[in-house]
Every structure is written in C-alpha cells, then in structure tokens.
C-alpha cells in the first residue's frame, strides 16, 4: 500500500508539472552529460557519434589547471598567452573540435590549482588569484572562436564557463572552515568568491557575451567544523559567498543529487537534525533554493551541472533499478523544465565508472557497454 501511495502521489505531482503554463516552463533548457573518462579521454570516434545519436546539447568538462592531467604542470613565463610553451592544451583542442562537429556546445569547468600556485595541492585556493586569473585569460583566449591553432585553423569557442566544483565540499576546496581565536569561520565561501570573481573578470575581458557559472555547490554540507569532514550547506554557503563579494556571474550551478535511494526527484530531503528544517537542497526543495537567489541576486539564471541517479545492480546501497533511474530521469527532467529559471540539466556519466564503491555509477550505460533504459529515457527528453 505505501509503495502504491508514492507511485500515485508522484504520479499526481509530475502531472501538475506538466500542466504548468507556457509562460512558467523554462524556454531554454538543454540536456547535456558529463563524463571525462569518456568525452576527455575516451576513443572520440567512438564516444561522440553515441553522443549525437542521444541528442547531447551540452558537454560539461573539467577543464584542469594543475593537478596530473593540468595544463600547466609547470609554471608559465606569459601566464596570460594561451601560447606559452608551458601549457599543453592538446585534449581540450580535440574535444573542442569534436563536439562542434557533433553539433554540441562544450562548457569547461575551471578547476584544480597547480602545486606551483599552492603547495597544499589541487583543491586549494590559489596563494595568488592573479595566478587563476591569468591562466583564465589564457584559455577564454584559446577558445574565443577566433585563436589558430600551430596548423592554422581555428579550434572553436566555448561560450560556457563554471568556476570549480562543489567548493562547498572538502573534496574540492579546503579548508572549509579555519579557526580565529576561539571562534570557527567559513574559509571556503571567502576563498572561492575571490575564485568566482577571477573567472568571471577573465571570461569576459574576452567576449563579453561569454557566460558564466559559480556556486556550482554540492547538496549537502554538515555546518561542523573541527570535524573529520567539515563542510558547508549550500544555502549557508551561498549566503556567504554573496557576502565575500562574489558578483558578475550569469547562472547559479548546484548538484541536487538524492541522499538516499529512497528519495525520488519529488522527496523533500530530511531533517538535519530532530525538528529542524533540512539544510540539504535536492530537486525536492529546490524551490528554496530559486527563492534564495532571489533574494540574494534577483532575476539569476540556474544550471544544474550534475544529476544523477546510480543503479542497483551494480551499487547495493545507494543504488536504484534501472526501471527507477530511467523514471526518476524523467521525473526530475519534468521538473526542471517547469522551472523557469532553469537552462540546463547535466546527467552525471555516460558510462559507469568501474571502480563499484569508490566510483559511479549513474551511467546511461553499464561499465561493459549495455544501454541501461535511461539511455532512450535521455535520448528522448525534450523542453
């Protein structure tokens, strides 16, 4: 009985959500996928026609600043020269060239700082934001649709731009929290605001028109420092971002991933805590989310740069059925297009990462290459 009230209480909600006028659905959404293993790294003759046949609109990659696979391992004489020898652009060139013979927009995450900028390693804050500033330079440059390459042809613009990861995660950007005297202070809003602010300025000295996305915030965060793994909840974080200072963006990101398997794309998150109000954002209170930028930064634009649910085969605990992704996919497609605010929705992985447990796998197919059913579900979402 309980599993035939969800059903029909999810049933009635995305009705109503389809119904939603004309004038309240968003006019622009597009669906993209992100997946570096296979758009970065992957055979491209192969991983891109499959692209095309699903309908791709957008590709999020990860476009590495230091770390193993960086383009600047070592540091630049002419940080701001997209030509400096010490860059290596080779697999963002070919991507690039890829999805605009596909008929597919790229968009690049600007992330992981060089140990040469900070010795504490790729997931902390420069030591000098004029270093990332530079480097943004360089590569808004590269690929403002009007740089050539050695061979002489031009390699393609990319109009979309994110500022890091879930800076709101450990992860990604530490420390979350540093302590002054007696007192604990968010650290990870301040240093990403500088973050935000250095792609937003880079991006658009180059083609004004350029976009740009920060925030770009995990779900989830516990708001306790002095803990193993202290972060910040993506309300408390936006609220002090905007406090630091971050400004000139176009689009707010956020990842409203599911926290449980239990959760479909219509379940508020839970309580925190006894009584209290959740402090996770999932595409079931997403509206609080939509209301705080409102409030913060009025008319913003928000992008949903990762989504996904993972199966069951092959994860036992955080997966669902393959019934239920390709369900759910829809579900939170429905839901996003109904929002007017909304302009894309990026499915996390085309294939399952293979390392079960330590990996993901919310691919649109398994690690050895069977299409789960959310591969046609995807291929089929339409505005």
């Known amino acids: 009985m309980r599993n035939t009230f969800l059903v029909a209480a ?6 109503a959500l389809v119904g939603a006028s004309t004038a309240d659905a968003s006019r622009y959404i597009q669906k993209g996928i992100s997946d570096d293993a296979q758009v970065l790294y992957g055979n491209p003759d192969t991983v891109f ?13 990860n476009l590495w600043w230091g770390g193993p696979n960086g383009v600047a391992r070592r540091k630049p004489v002419n940080a701001a020269s997209p030509s400096d ?11 690039v060239r890829y999805a605009y013979a596909y008929g ?12 040469w900028a900070n010795p504490g390693g790729w997931n902390t804050a420069p030591k000098k934001v004029a270093d990332l500033t530079a480097f943004v330079l360089a590569a808004a440059r590269r690929y403002s649709g009007t740089f050539k390459a050695v061979d002489g042809t031009t390699i393609g613009r990319v109009s979309k731009w994110i500022a890091w990861n879930e800076p709101n995660n450990p992860v990604f950007l530490k420390p979350q929290f540093v302590k002054q005297g007696n007192k604990w202070i968010m650290q990870s809003p301040k240093d990403y605001a500088k973050i935000c602010n250095a792609v937003v300025v880079s991006v658009k000295s180059v083609v004004r028109s350029n976009q740009v996305a920060c925030g770009v915030t995990s779900p989830r965060g516990n708001n306790q420092p002095g803990t193993p793994r202290s972060s910040v909840s993506p309300l408390a974080f936006l609220r002090a971002m905007y406090l630091a200072g971050a400004k000139g963006f176009d689009a707010y990101a956020h990842h409203p991933y599911y926290g449980f398997p239990s959760e479909t794309p219509l379940t508020p998150p ?7 109000p959740p402090t996770a954002v999932t595409l079931g209170n997403f509206q609080q989310l939509t209301a705080e930028l409102q409030r913060l930064y009025g008319n913003m634009r928000i992008w949903v740069t990762e989504y996904g649910y993972q199966t069951n085969p092959p994860d036992k605990y955080f997966g669902v059925s393959s019934a239920k992704q390709a369900l759910y996919m829809k579900q939170a497609w429905t839901r996003l297009v109904a929002s007017p605010k909304v302009d894309m929705m990026i499915w996390f992985l085309l294939r399952d990462e293979a390392r079960v447990g330590a990996g993901w796998q919310s691919g649109l197919m398994y690690v050895g290459g069977t299409k789960k059913p959310s591969y046609n579900t995807f291929r089929n979402l339409l505005p």
């Open 270 to 276: 839970p309580p925190a805590k006894r009584g209290a």
């Open 10 to 15: 999810a049933t009635a909600i995305v009705a």
């Open 49 to 61: 026609p499959m692209l095309k046949q699903l309908n791709t609109k957008l590709l999020r990659v």
């Open 85 to 95: 020898p010490a860059y290596n652009w080779d697999t963002y060139d070919r991507t």
């Open 104 to 115: 597919m927009q790229p968009i690049f995450t600007v992330i992981g700082t060089p140990t």
